[in-house]
């Protein structure tokens, strides 16, 4: 589906992968994520290929995909207590700050089934900023979101580049990214 | 060796050479059977106790074999097709399978045709005959796996891992089976006793009949997996002189 | 930052999934009123007399429970897998057979512990004697668990497949029989009143097997699903 495609990123940097409908965004952004294993050529993270040091790799990297991988039943504090939890210890104080942060706060004992679309997204979104990573993957993060949650996000995507992170991102529409002007990645 | 082997994995250089292999199977397969048919039916003395009942025997064991066979050759390409990513032993396991299920079906066939005159009844529970209807089972289970999943690669691998268990299990199948068998009735094993060679040479005139043909099989399988999976490719445009 | 211990990655997995489970009862006594009806149907379809039920009895409750644990398998990565959970999981940095071995085992919990408790129940409306009990009880516990960590790697193969849940069957009970095998006569020997130790250790034999080596065909299965 891909071919000839070239692309790397390196710290500070928020590499916008473009491209209409139908180009393999999505491929693209799970092959880099490692779930998707490339028919030819490699992924390379600090030099090495992500298929020999994967739990490496993996430790480095949050990925958000088109789904929002919460469960309906459990509540937004849950959601983030065991999707986080599988990787790092955290506190619940950390988790609350960054629902505050994310604006969602008030939906922490509601099952994440009765949130909107767009506090889903926020509510994923809280998991990316707690993984603490140092690579996002982000697969369309604006999806459902209100003028107020892109501004959000972006700054967001912006000040993780901006303490040293970096972010690969598929949006099909324009970014405004404070302080930063992402690198643009074309498919056709 | 690897450049030889890179060359056999090419599509093109594998659709030619299976092309020319596959008479070299083909008519020593048929020459084989026929004189095993021939020196089963005709020459063989007629056994002391069953008549001329136990001739079936020169259809059924290597049926049997072979079904065994095939589901070994089926998870070796596919272990093969795991761990070195290689799409043609893939395609070797799965155009393995229905060739191997025939064998189990043909074994089953005559095992229960056999037993009518010797047991008086078309099915009997016997060790031997159970296991291969569980392994007809196995059989039928990958190619129903295969058949579902619709993107080639993932079809490919999935079907590799369930090859694999199965492989794992076969033995302890089968020796469940016979203990459980050995519980509940004594032993009817389907047993050929002891046989002079003359009784003997068609049966492995046939094995190996069997086993040319299952490699004229495979190979013309090969070749359309080769079709089906590269039909848009140039080469075979000029091959097929389309 | 304090990356999360393997048990700890576990027990988190774990108790997750038992309170999504347990949010969703209906889900986990769905397989023990089957179990419940259909070994119903045998009194009714052979005949009331003890004698005879007690004869069937063995053969009736394991086939009934093994039913009753494959109706439960199809759901044991479905939703994870649907709603991206499963992606997560595989990101995670933990061991894949280490988180395909812990829902194995949840799943157990929820689906194959609940028909190991109630089998007495069963095997007591098909007039099997109290002395057998013991035997049914943990004949079941090994076949419930051997069914769920076997039955995990079809689970994982058949995900995002059409017409999964009959797939799963087809791959799944050809590879049970053996462990039906032991079961069956192991229950059938205490019925009778024999010593049951010898097809329960090659059950336990079993049950060790589809332990050690199912979570790594699983997590290999799961792999191939994602792509």
Known sequence: MLKGVDLDASPGEVVHVAGPNGTGKTTLLRVLAGLLPAEGGEVYWRGRSIRRDRDEYNAELAYLGHENALKGDLTAFENLHYGVGVRRDLSGTEIESTLDHLGILRCRDLPARVLSAGQRRRLAMSRILLLGATLWILDEPFTNLDVAGVGLFSTLIGDHAAAGGMALLAAHQGLDIPGIQPRLAELD | MWKWFHMLASPPHFYRIAGLTIPWFGWPALVLILVGLYGGLVLAPADYQQGDGFRIFYVHVPSAIMSMMVYGIMATAAAIGLIWRMKLAHAVAAASAPIGAWFTFCALATGSLWGKPMWGTWWEWDARLTSELILLFLYLGYIALRSSIEDPQRADRASAVLALVGVINLPIIHYSVVWWNSLHQGSTMFNPGAMSIEMKWPALSMLFGFMLYYGAVLFVRLRAEVIRRERNAAWLRQELAL | ?227
């Open chain 3, 1 to 227: 930052m304090q990356t999360t211990g393997l048990l700890k990655a576990g027990g988190l997995l774990y108790s997750r999934d038992l309170r999504l489970a347990f949010r969703r009862w209906e889900q986990v006594t769905q397989p023990v009123v089957f179990f419940l009806m259909v070994t119903t149907l045998f009194p009714l379809a052979l005949s009331p007399e003890q004698a005879q039920l007690r004869q069937v009895a063995a053969g009736v409750v394991w086939v009934a429970a093994l039913l009753s644990a494959l109706l439960a398998l199809e759901f044991m990565f479905r939703s994870d897998y649907e709603d991206g959970t499963l992606e997560q999981l595989v990101l995670s940095g933990q061991p894949l057979w280490w988180l395909a071995l812990v829902k194995a085992f949840a799943h157990w919990t929820v689906s194959g512990l609940p028909l190991v408790v109630t089998s007495p129940l069963v095997a007591a409306s098909l007039a099997v004697p109290t002395g057998a009990m013991m035997t049914v009880v943990a004949s079941l516990l090994l076949g419930t668990g051997i069914l769920s960590f076997l039955g995990a790697v079809g689970a994982g193969l058949t995900l995002g497949v059409r017409r999964g849940s009959v797939l799963l069957s087809l791959l799944v009970l050809p590879l049970t029989m053996p462990a039906l095998i032991f079961g069956a006569r192991a229950v059938d020997m205490a019925i009778m009143g024999d010593e049951p130790a010898g097809p329960l250790y090659l059950l336990g034999a079993l049950f060790i097997l589809s332990l050690t080596l199912g979570p790594f065909a699983t997590s290999a299965a799961l792999k191939v699903s994602m792509e």
